[in-house]
């Protein structure tokens, strides 16, 4: 379980402090997929980065129960570019998260193999990232936070800069992925239904500064289809509300 | 697999060589200047195997094989380091800006009298004027390349847990700067050659101290020899350097 409680960040700008983030609080149960939905802007990469400790929040928390544990970080992160290291072969992007754990070498190459057997690209292990489709970048990039077995899985809009079929085709495989595994996800967009898809629960997050404003809880049972019904009324509310927050903001 | 224009492309280079040694040869040929002024390249292959058999040619190229592999080693070394430690602290960057600016534009010739003051007519006043010629390229080149280190992969590199700036220099921002200070380094190899010779003129041992003492006794044939030789080491250790140049950057597309 994830525990993140009262959240706030503020940046500092000319005009004094800009809050993003007020009193945000969420609790990730262990194996849940959880995705967050706002508008552009509105602070959602940032918490994904106050989650991951690259970015101190002025207050508040988040803690995981699972305690540390050695050998694996507690959170890993899968952004929206594949961010590979384009002189490091596939294999070694993987290991990449793993160096610096105290891990023999073996152990390291072993995990990192499997990473890639997971996301269905042990094959391409020895191959330079360039050699590779933008889609088979981005399984990689998932390969490479599985292989520190996180307990948390951030992932930032991790499909927004793919092509449709293939966004389709890897949330697909993440929702396998994700089955097979039993892994913590927190997953970002500003696609609805590809929130409403994925997930066990979509959270809004929206205002300014923002907070969340709702939880869905979306109980559609898997293999979902992505033209179910009840999905889709979930999403369209989720929509509504979202764009009463836009208009607020905009002082309409 | 040669295409067949390859070939062709290969011709032309060699005409091209052809008839380089030939106008050169015939300038004097004619009279047009007078041989001891242009020595033609027909003279050469002897005026080498006298410098070579009288042992003038090994003792001068090994000296200044010696001054410039150290000159270059210490020049490159000292600023590739400053250079990327500059270019990973902002401050240091700013503290160092003005000294950088003032010393940057003297000419490695112009250290030749505090060369000679310091170190005396040595080696080490040569190595020191090589150091100079080369360390700015250097510097420069290792800074520029840190500065456009893409600031994502920075991010990356914390998001994986490599915080310190210690594992952030070796796992991402070196590897990352390797095109570009490799491409310093190259342009080094070729300023050492000139730092060479001038740092020999003023009497330490060396090619460029053959040179000035033939030139002196109107030798010209052999100040070419040895301007030749100085091509011919300078063309092995630049084809030497871009493969492993090329070794290191093979992941590039």
Known sequence: MISIKDLSLAFPGERGPTTVLQDFDLTIGRGEFVAVVGASGVGKSTLLRVIAGLVRPQSGSVVSDQGPTPGRRPYALVFQDSRMLPWRRVVKNVEFGLEGLGLPKAEKRRRALDALALVGLKDKADRWPHQLSGGQRQRVAIARALAVDPDLLMMDEPFGALDAITRQTLQDELVDLWQRTGKTILFVTHDIDEAVYLADRVVLLAGSPAGVRSEDQVTTPRPRRRDDAQARATAAAIRDRLSDYVEQGAGI | ?253
């Open chain 2, 1 to 253: 697999m040669p295409k067949p224009s390859q070939s062709k492309r290969l011709l032309l280079a060699f005409a091209g060589v052809a008839a380089f040694l030939l106008l050169w040869e015939a300038v004097p040929w004619f009279g047009l200047v007078r041989p001891i002024l242009l020595p033609p390249p027909s003279a050469i292959p002897e005026t080498f195997w006298r410098e070579v058999q009288s042992g003038a040619w090994h003792t001068a190229v090994l000296s200044s094989l010696g001054h410039y592999l150290w000159g270059l080693f210490l020049g490159s070394f000292l600023g590739v380091a400053l250079g990327v430690l500059a270019g990973m602290s902002r401050s240091l960057e700013d503290f160092t800006s003005w000294v950088v600016r003032l010393l940057r534009p003297i000419p490695g010739l112009a250290w030749v009298p505090f060369a000679i003051i310091w170190f005396g007519v040595t080696p080490s006043a040569a190595i020191f004027i090589i150091v100079v010629g080369v360390f700015w390229i250097n510097f420069f080149a290792a800074l520029g390349a840190v500065q456009a280190v893409d600031r994502d992969l920075i991010e990356l590199a914390d998001a994986f847990g490599h915080r310190g700036p210690v594992a952030k220099l070796f796992k991402v921002i070196l590897p990352a700067s390797v095109s570009p200070i490799m491409a310093g380094l190259r342009t080094g190899l070729g300023q050492a050659w000139m730092a060479v010779v001038a740092a020999e003129l003023f009497g330490v041992p060396g090619l460029g101290q053959r040179m000035m003492q033939a030139s002196s006794l109107l030798a010209t044939d052999i100040v070419v020899v040895y301007m030749i030789t100085m091509a011919v080491l300078y063309g092995i250790i630049d084809s030497t350097f871009v493969a492993v140049r090329d070794r290191l950057l093979r992941w590039k597309a």
